[in-house]
């Protein structure tokens, strides 16, 4: 599925890493399967719906790591930080690594990669045969705690999310996988790291969540129109309008990724 005003380019960034990696490189996260569900999402997936549904899928049971990707771009030199297509990547693409196959010492193996592009995470994905997931089976992923499916109504729960988010960031990033495993076996969906969604550009809201009546003061991104239902999950809709602000060639310190496949399985 290709996000429609991005077109060609995607494509391209794509059609280069048709090839699968070797099993050897490519040690992706085992994935966790989930679903089908349909769930109360803080995004409206359209006028008179607030049920979304997700069909069964699988999810990285943590985020992507600077080892696994320094060996998508050892095996595919096209997304290396000095030959990447400046089209597909800023120039802080993955700046952090001490070159352009050498993660140094302010890139562990085990930290989530970052600064890469929504371009160099999708093309990531395609090579593990998989792809990116969409802002529902990530938000419903994020929805769980240890025992729960959905923990959003429990004030204690919203209370540790928040705190996550109050953190200052700057520091050094800690490894993935120190979280506990929420109900779906995945970790680190809160309190880590922003994460790629394929669909970032559809979760565009309106600036001012009290004219979501008003459809003249709703603005568009792309075919779709979001409303924001549950305006009291302010961490969610936190990552709502980081994503929604981001262009696919953007790098930032703090956005990671991971990966999912149809049908809960793993390539």
Request: charged share 20%.
């Amino acid at each position: 599925m290709f996000i429609e005003h991005q077109g060609w380019l995607a494509g391209v960034a794509v059609a280069s890493v048709a090839t699968a990696m070797p099993a050897s490189a490519q040690s992706p996260a085992s994935r966790a399967s989930i679903g089908p569900a349909t769930f109360a999402s803080v995004l409206a997936p359209g006028a008179g719906v607030k049920q979304a549904t997700v069909e069964r899928y699988a999810l990285d049971r943590e985020p992507v790591t600077n080892a696994q990707f320094l060996a998508f771009v050892q095996a595919h030199p096209q997304w290396q930080r000095d030959r990447v297509a400046k089209l597909f990547a800023e120039p802080t693409y993955l700046s952090q690594w001490a070159g352009a196959t050498t993660l140094g010492d302010k890139a562990r193996p085990n930290q989530p990669v970052t600064q890469v592009s929504w371009y160099a995470a999708r093309a990531y994905c395609q090579a593990q045969g998989a792809r990116l997931p969409t802002w529902y089976e990530w938000e419903y992923a994020a929805a769980a705690d240890e025992t729960r499916s959905d923990a959003r109504q429990d004030p204690v729960w919203k209370e540790r999310i928040l705190g996550w988010y109050a953190q200052t960031s700057g520091g050094a990033l800690p490894d993935v996988g120190r979280t506990p495993a929420n109900v779906h076996g995945v970790r680190d969906l809160h309190g880590l790291v922003w994460e790629w969604v394929e669909d970032y550009t559809g979760l565009m809201v309106s600036s001012d969540s009290r004219n979501q009546g008003d459809p003249e003061k709703l603005k568009f991104c792309g075919a779709s129109a979001l409303s924001a239902e549950n305006r009291d999950e302010y961490a969610v809709l936190m990552r709502v309008a980081m994503l929604s602000a981001l262009e696919a060639n953007y790098t930032t310190a703090n956005l990671g990724f991971r990966c999912a496949s149809d049908g809960g399985t793993q390539p």
